[in-house]
């Protein structure tokens, strides 16, 4: 898979998240040096585990209608850890408690941490700077 297509679908599944109210949604892109089984990890947080679901709910419905589904899910009924693996990226969704304990991000202290703006394709970030000198200068800022 190419990159842009990747970086594409991580992209769709971090809008999705926050379109559900994902909070502190992170991604870290794996160091290829490591012995990483993936290429991105994200990670949100949710405040209950019905917000949970709902999130995870919606990552999975989003990236089905671009023709990807999972190849594994767990933590679903419990939700303190949702874990949706895409296998080239995997969504984690937490509690705050589960976050705090697991705490992938300083486990995976060599993967780069990218904001997830970064993953927006290049014409979409354009088009909407073109749009407006206002929406140029907010992104700018």
Do not use: C
Request: charged share 30%.
């Amino acid at each position: 898979m190419k990159s842009t297509e990747l970086r594409q679908r991580v992209a769709e599944a971090i809008q999705a998240a926050q379109s559900k109210k994902a909070e502190a949604v992170t991604v870290l892109e794996m160091d290829r040096e490591s012995p990483s089984f993936t290429d991105y990890f994200v990670i949100a947080s949710g405040s209950n585990p019905r917000q949970i679901q709902a999130i995870s709910d919606e990552v999975e419905q989003r990236l089905t209608r671009m023709g990807l589904h999972p190849t594994h899910v767990e933590g679903y009924s419990q939700a303190e850890w949702v874990l949706l693996d895409y296998v080239d990226f995997v969504v984690h969704v937490f509690s705050e408690k589960a976050r705090k304990y697991y705490d992938l991000e300083r486990l995976w202290k060599s993967a780069t941490r990218l904001h997830p703006s970064e993953l927006k394709p290049a014409r979409k970030r354009a088009a909407r700077s073109r749009s407006s000198p206002r929406a140029h200068k907010q992104a700018n800022s």
